[in-house]
């Protein structure tokens, strides 16, 4: 049975040769030449990242490029996703959008100035501060239930 196994691997081997002119080691060496050139042209010509991407430039090339093949193209990976989520965030619809705190803060300003103007329920126990840092708070009064 083991003759039979090495028969039918060494006529794969035949094969993927003939048919690929090359060897597996070939193409491992051919991935890793298109790899490295790519990291090159990444290097070359970097991409504007948001600032709370890691700089393209923090890891020397050589560094870069004595990784594994499989790390290589793991971090071409990383860095085309974070060029496009920065490209995202860059965009002149993101503009004007605001932040999460800015939102949380419009919100709760917003919402403090409904109960100041409302004279009509009791807001009695709501009072509503703004601090120096704009952020606003709702308190209740102790014992009252939410």
């Given at each position: 049975?083991?003759?039979?196994?090495?028969?039918?691997?060494?006529?794969?081997?035949?094969?993927?040769y003939?048919?690929?002119?090359?060897?597996?080691?070939?193409?491992?060496?051919?991935?890793?030449?298109?790899?490295?050139?790519?990291?090159?042209s990444?290097?070359?010509s970097?991409?504007?990242?948001?600032?709370?991407f890691?700089?393209?430039?923090?890891?020397?090339?050589?560094?870069?490029?004595?990784?594994?093949t499989?790390s290589?193209?793991?971090?071409?990976a990383?860095?085309?996703?974070?060029?496009?989520?920065?490209?995202?965030?860059?965009?002149?619809?993101?503009?004007?959008?605001?932040t999460?705190?800015?939102?949380?803060?419009?919100?709760?300003?917003?919402?403090?100035?409904?109960?100041?103007?409302?004279?009509?329920?009791?807001?009695?126990s709501?009072?509503?501060?703004?601090?120096?840092?704009?952020?606003?708070?709702?308190?209740?009064?102790?014992?009252?239930?939410?």
């Open positions: 049975m083991h003759n039979l196994i090495q028969l039918y691997k060494s006529l794969w081997d035949d094969r993927n003939f048919v690929h002119d090359h060897s597996c080691q070939d193409s491992k060496w051919k991935l890793c030449e298109r790899v490295i050139s790519i990291i090159e990444i290097y070359k970097p991409s504007k990242l948001h600032s709370r890691q700089k393209i430039h923090s890891i020397p090339l050589a560094t870069q490029i004595s990784r594994s499989n290589m193209q793991q971090w071409i990383k860095i085309t996703h974070q060029s496009k989520v920065s490209e995202s965030l860059f965009a002149p619809e993101n503009a004007k959008q605001l999460l705190h800015q939102t949380m803060v419009k919100i709760q300003k917003n919402h403090c100035d409904q109960h100041k103007y409302s004279h009509d329920m009791n807001f009695s709501l009072s509503c501060f703004v601090t120096s840092d704009s952020t606003s708070y709702n308190t209740l009064n102790e014992g009252e239930a939410v």
